[in-house]
């Protein structure tokens, strides 16, 4: 169960954002899009997955700083990175990400989320939205957890770069395992690494859902 939850947690990670106005507060934004995103999920029809996948991750994927999360799941390691190597490492971290979560995301388009109101400063550069996931379950009891999402305002708009699971930062549980990957072999054996666990992903259940 608590396997589950936690993929279904990263997925919530994966479609709470999409383009709205700066106007907007982050709260809102993370509000507004979950909405749109599980509409998108409740027009899966075991036929149609992938199409509703794609349609989701194009919505979501360019909200994300992905540069600025896998600086910190690397930790020290990225400053050693060349300019090549970190676009290596930003590109495989970010397919690993999509390829773990995407296939479970149409299981949870029944979840409920409720979001708190952040109210930051008009100065904030930086804002935490949190919220409440609740996942249905079969007995009529529900298994629920917080969520938390760490967002940066770019000339963009506002961008998420960390995601914590009942205070268990998703960067942090990286960088525990890309740490050990680094001090054995450096950049190089953390890309391979991770171009390794993507081929894996590709050519196993990804692949054939």
């Keep these: ?37 599980l509409d998108v999920l ?14 989701v991750e194009a919505l979501v994927l360019p ?20 300019p090549d190597q970190q ?16 296939s479970t995301m149409t299981r949870f388009k029944n979840a409920q989320i409720t979001v708190q109101a952040s109210n930051p400063a008009a100065d904030a550069r930086e804002v935490t939205v949190r919220s409440e996931v609740e996942l249905p379950a079969n007995a009529g009891d ?32 990286y960088r525990n395992n890309f740490n050990d990957i680094l001090r054995q072999g450096g950049p190089d054996a953390l890309i391979q690494s991770l171009k390794d666990k993507n081929d894996t992903l590709s050519g196993g259940k990804h692949a054939s859902n």
């Design 1 to 37: 169960m608590k396997n589950l939850l936690g993929k279904l947690l990263i997925c919530c990670a994966f479609v709470s954002f999409s383009l709205h106005a700066m106007a907007e507060t982050p709260d809102e934004l993370v509000r507004d899009t979950s909405r749109q995103v």
């Design 42 to 55: 409740k027009r899966d029809n075991g036929k149609n997955t992938k199409n509703i996948r794609a349609e």
């Design 63 to 82: 909200k994300f700083d992905f540069t600025r999360m896998t600086a910190l799941a690397v930790g020290r390691g990225w400053r050693d990175a060349t």
């Design 87 to 102: 676009k290596q490492l930003t590109d495989q971290f970010r397919m690993l990400l999509v390829r773990t979560y995407s």
């Design 142 to 173: 529900k298994r629920s957890a917080q969520v938390d999402y760490t967002l940066i305002k770019t000339p963009a708009g506002w961008r998420v770069y960390n995601v914590s699971i009942e205070g268990a930062s998703l960067v942090t549980i």
